[in-house]
């Protein structure tokens, strides 16, 4: 039976050297009490140190880090210890250099405090593919070597290009590449796991866990299997408990025979259920808010991308959305009246519903079935999806596309590399120039201030996406503001130019290479660029 104790007991029960899995995304399954309890214990006494630490989904909480996402700052009381941005994963590292000396996750970037020890070459870093770092705990749990998976090759996560690594001072491969039946593979090998550090809403008396007010059914299940069948350790932060056998049993994810033990949140402040919200019951499935009580989007150069890439979906499709600018395709749908036409899946597990862009991304409202986030990936790796929309960090000649690494800011891949594996339509999204400005609208597209950053590069720093890796079946689009390409025979094709808009001036001359230009080069839609648009259920 699970012994009930404070943040400041759990965090006597790491022992130095120890490998500790976590598992969410967002603020969501993050045990934000016992790290700050873990952290402060550092600070102290030294102890615990040299942790490697392995998650898979981003975890923690963007607030400073991005400014220009512009959120309501004011929704939540800030304490001493809770300002934004320093919520999640990032409180490992406020200690400073010592207490996590290697860290591994699909996507690392809203940890700002390791994320800058490892820029600094303070700690090992590397990055691998979400779906296969939230299922690889499953091989660990069974007994398993490994994961095998063709998820990653041409990639920066390939041994022939980097690794995995994402700076100077890590050394080993991420995964090694093998043969099966004649064909190429990544192998991601197994290892102990000495401590699962997790966080659920409810714990009984026997330590049975329940998800109840959880957006996403996180992989927690499978870590505290590898940590217990490894003779490790399992901790589970939770914000109530309630008397043994009152449960339902079919609401208990984690079973308190892997539970050894429980702590109960002195503060409602550690148990957020997203970065930008206490609780959203449309979220976890106690209410359903009307579509209507979802806000639509200002007339933005952001909003005509999120538009052109909503008439991409094929009537019927389910739809994966990525983070930032991609998950607003899903209020265009919303706005649109579409809903009914379309099923948008989140990579979290979310089925249906609205996908919530930042600071709530990982969540939807009103989602009809919520899977196991390790679950979902069996569903992307295996082609379940009919398309997908992501980001568009910077993108080169060959169509590679970067979404995970930029000079000292380290971010991961997330889901993105499994995700444009599989599917059989992908299409990428982003402003054509970093930092400039526009006005939208009478149908047109007008620049005000040129930017600054070139996204269209000669050679991406890191390939997230690789573009001769492409399958025959693929269709692959990049969508912009000022144009839309396709890739075509291995080639960036440029289909498509924004009323507005002069192909030499604002287009051709802020790229790093020379693009193809179809002979049937068309104007994006007008009504991309006026205030109402209405056109989407004409596309579907």
């Known amino acids: 039976m699970a012994k009930f104790i404070t943040a400041q007991e759990a965090a006597k029960q790491i022992p130095d050297g120890a490998t500790v899995g976590i598992a969410g995304m967002g603020l969501s399954g993050w045990p934000e009490e016992v790290a700050c309890a873990i952290r402060d214990r550092f600070r102290e006494t030294g102890h615990p140190c040299s942790l490697e630490l392995h998650q898979g989904s981003a975890m923690g909480d963007w607030g400073y880090g991005n400014q220009f996402l512009g959120w309501d700052r004011t929704r939540r009381p800030d304490g001493p210890d809770t300002a934004h941005g320093n919520r999640g994963v990032t409180r490992l590292g406020e200690a400073g250099e010592g207490l996590v000396t290697k860290w591994s996750g699909a996507h690392v970037g809203s940890a700002f405090t390791l994320r800058d020890l490892a820029a600094q ?57 093998v043969e099966v039946n004649g064909e190429e593979y990544l192998f991601f090998k197994s290892f102990p796991l000495h401590v699962a550090l997790l966080r659920g809403t409810v714990a009984d008396e026997k330590g049975n866990i329940s998800f109840m007010h959880e957006s996403v059914i996180n992989e927690g299940l499978a870590v505290a299997q590898a940590a217990h069948n490894s003779g490790g350790i399992v901790i589970v932060q939770v914000e109530y408990v309630t008397k043994a056998e009152t449960l339902n049993p079919k609401d208990v994810k984690i079973p308190g025979i892997l539970v050894d033990y429980v702590v109960q949140a002195t503060d409602p402040m550690a148990c957020w ?23 639509p989007l200002p007339l933005t150069e952001r909003k005509v991308i999120a538009r052109r890439c909503a008439m991409e979906v094929p009537a019927g499709a389910v739809l994966n959305l990525g983070v930032g600018m991609s998950a ?22 979310m089925i249906g519903g609205v996908m919530c862009a930042l600071p709530n991304f990982g969540s939807s409202y009103n989602p009809e079935c919520t899977l196991e986030h390790n679950a979902t990936f069996d569903l992307i790796d295996g082609g379940g999806l009919d398309m997908t929309c992501l980001g568009l960090g910077e993108c080169d000649a060959e169509g590679n596309v970067n979404v995970s690494k930029f000079g000292p800011r380290l971010t ?129």
């Not at 997203?274 to 806000?295: C, D, L, M, N």
């Open 121 to 177: 070459d303070k700690l090992e870093c590397h990055c691998l593919p979400q779906g296969v770092a939230v299922n690889l705990w499953r091989e660990i749990a069974a007994g398993r070597p490994g994961l095998f998976t063709k998820v990653g090759l041409g990639t920066f996560v390939d041994p022939r290009v980097e690794g995995g690594r994402m700076n100077r001072c890590t050394r080993d491969n991420v995964a090694e590449l």
């Open 412 to 540: 991961g891949p997330g889901g993105f590399i499994d995700i444009t594996n599989a599917t059989p339509k992908v299409v990428f999204c982003g402003t054509f120039m970093g930092k400039a400005k526009y006005a939208v609208g009478d149908g047109k597209l007008t620049i005000l201030q040129e930017g600054t950053i070139q996204k269209f590069v000669k050679n991406v720093e890191q390939i997230t996406f690789a573009g001769q890796y492409a399958k025959p079946s693929q269709e692959v689009l990049y969508v912009t503001e000022r144009c839309v390409f396709q890739l075509m025979d291995g080639k960036m094709t440029l289909i498509e130019i924004a009323p507005g808009i002069d192909l030499e001036k604002d287009v051709l001359a802020h790229m790093g290479f020379t693009p193809a230009v179809s002979p049937n080069l068309k104007t994006m839609d007008p009504a991309l660029f006026q205030e109402t648009w209405g056109g989407l259920a004409q596309t579907l």
């Open 273 to 295: 259920q997203a970065e930008g919200v206490y609780w959203e019951p449309s979220f976890s499935g106690q209410i359903r808010r009307p579509t209507k009580a979802i806000p």
């Open 328 to 349: 607003d395709v899903g209020s265009i749908v919303a706005e649109e009246g579409c809903l009914d036409r379309v099923t948008m899946a989140a990579e979290s597990g």
